[in-house]
């Protein structure tokens, strides 16, 4: 009797046939085949549905994480871009010497917050891009941290007792050696009011030329164009201009008629040309800031002849490097020449001031056709952190941007005294948001402004 290899055509476990022997006996074959090798392996598929649950509650729980990362990580994200963007200036600031700590600890506060939620989605989700986050905020915190610990030893108040002895002998510079007579519009104190807009008119030019200038005729002494209106729209970019145009009376200004137009430059980008909308019209002279300088130009419409005189200081600012800034920057406000009773001055900021508000003293040379700085004081008021500013009595007065049709005084500076005044509140009522200049002038002693497009003219009280 011969066994024979009888093939079964049942599956194994593992997918393959069984191969058993078989015998003959008597006429039929007889094999052993282990049936248990076919038995459905329960203990083990239960454990593998075990695995199988457990991992689908790990990765609904995953997958509700990712959903909360993805919705925060946008939010931090622009929160990151939002600081970096706010700590360049600063950065600029420690490199020049500028900061202050007031500023450096409320942006410490909030890196703080911001490394608070990044380390909470940190923790549910460690990604590539929440590492690439985590290390920009780190390298935020370190630079902070440097610029919050390079002033080791009080450099700071050595300087604040140089500036405040500096103005003090400035000040008194100004003393007049004859009381008698002398200063007489300017003892009535600071400005205690001023009125609603008491002129509202379009620029003659229309309003698409946001930036300029405007006033009346600011020089109290003097018989040539003693009563004239004058305007200067910045007529390339709302940064540069080199026309001026002169009404003889406000009727005229008014109704628009019999003016003279003037150009002081053969184009806009000229060394005598205009940079910024601050310029004032003093006696028969236009004053001005100079193309791309740090001068101070004065055009006489009589000669047709440009005279000019460079500002004093370490860092003088210009080209956009310290513009008003409070709400919107007002593009290259850098140098704002202004007139009041006692005559000329220029505001403007410098690196050495830590891009403080500077006030000097201009005087013009009739014999000797000179343009001159005779003193120079020094604030504390960080100049992109003012609106605008302009001059009265010798006080340098700043404003604030409140809302879109209010602006606020809120900052005296004496340069009779050296003495601060943080404490005004005088709301400047205006037509549309932006406020290109702000002049005062001594012979109606009225304020004037430049309010994108539209002229605004406004009294004050004392």
Same mark, same amino acid.
């Given at each position: 009797?011969?066994?024979? +290899?009888?093939? #079964? ?6 997918? *393959? !046939? $069984?191969?058993?022997?078989? @015998?003959?006996?008597?006429? %039929? ?81 909030? +890196?703080?917050? #911001? ?6 989605? *940190? !923790? $549910?989700?460690?990604?590539? @891009?929440?590492?690439?986050? %985590? ?47 002398q200063q007489r519009y300017c003892l009535k104190g600071l400005i205690t009011n001023i009125s609603e807009p008491i002129t509202t008119k379009i620029s003659p030019y229309g309003k698409s030329y946001i930036s300029g200038s405007w006033g009346r005729q600011a020089q109290m002494d003097t018989e040539g164009e003693k009563d004239s209106y004058w305007v200067q729209p910045l007529v390339s970019s709302h940064i540069w201009g ?48 100079c193309y791309r300088s740090a001068d101070v130009c004065r055009y006489d419409l009589k000669t047709n002849t440009v005279k000019r005189v460079t500002l004093p200081g370490t860092g003088v600012g210009f080209n956009n490097k310290f513009p008003y800034c409070y709400y919107d920057c007002r593009l290259n406000s850098d140098v704002d020449v202004e007139a009041d009773e006692t005559g000329l001055w220029v505001l403007y900021a ?113």
């Open positions: 009797m011969l066994p024979f +290899l009888l093939l #079964l055509l049942t599956s194994t476990k593992d997918g *393959h !046939t $069984q191969r058993v022997l078989g @015998q003959n006996k008597d006429g %039929s074959c007889h094999c052993e085949v282990n049936s248990t090798m076919w038995s459905f392996p329960a203990l083990k598929y239960e454990a593998v549905l075990l695995q199988v649950q457990t991992c689908k509650g790990s990765l609904n729980s995953l997958q509700e994480q990712m959903l909360l990362s993805s919705n925060y990580l946008p939010q931090i994200q622009a929160q990151l871009v939002n600081v970096t963007a706010r700590l360049q200036p600063f950065q600029y600031l420690h490199h020049q010497g500028l900061y202050t700590a007031l500023s450096l600890r409320l942006l410490g506060q909030e +890196l703080s917050k #911001l490394e608070i939620d990044l380390s909470s989605i *940190h !923790t $549910q989700l460690n990604n590539t @891009q929440t590492q690439k986050l %985590s290390k920009e905020v780190g390298k935020l915190r370190k630079d902070v941290e440097r610029i919050q610990n390079s002033d080791i030893i009080n450099i700071k108040t050595v300087k604040e007792n140089l500036r405040y002895l500096k103005n003090s002998v400035e000040s008194c510079k100004t003393i007049p050696k004859d009381f008698r007579g080199n026309i001026f145009r002169v009404y003889q009376t406000y009727e005229d200004f008014m109704a628009s008629v019999k003016h003279r137009d003037y150009t002081f430059a053969p184009s806009h980008s000229h060394a005598n040309a205009i940079e910024g909308p601050s310029g004032v019209l003093y006696g028969e002279a236009l004053y001005y800031n410098t690196v050495g001031n830590h891009g403080n508000l500077v006030v000097s003293r201009l005087a013009w040379d009739g014999e000797a056709q000179t343009l001159n700085v005779t003193q120079t004081w020094e604030t504390r008021l960080f100049k992109k952190a003012v609106s605008n500013a302009f001059m009265v009595c010798g006080v340098m007065y700043a404003t604030r941007y409140l809302d879109e049709y209010r602006e606020e005084v809120f900052y005296a500076f004496d340069t009779a005294t050296g003495k601060e005044d943080n404490s005004l509140a005088l709301p400047l009522e205006k037509v549309v948001k932006g406020m290109a200049s702000l002049s005062y002038n001594p012979v109606n002693k009225r304020i004037y402004m430049y309010n994108d497009g539209y002229l605004l003219a406004y009294q004050t009280y004392f």
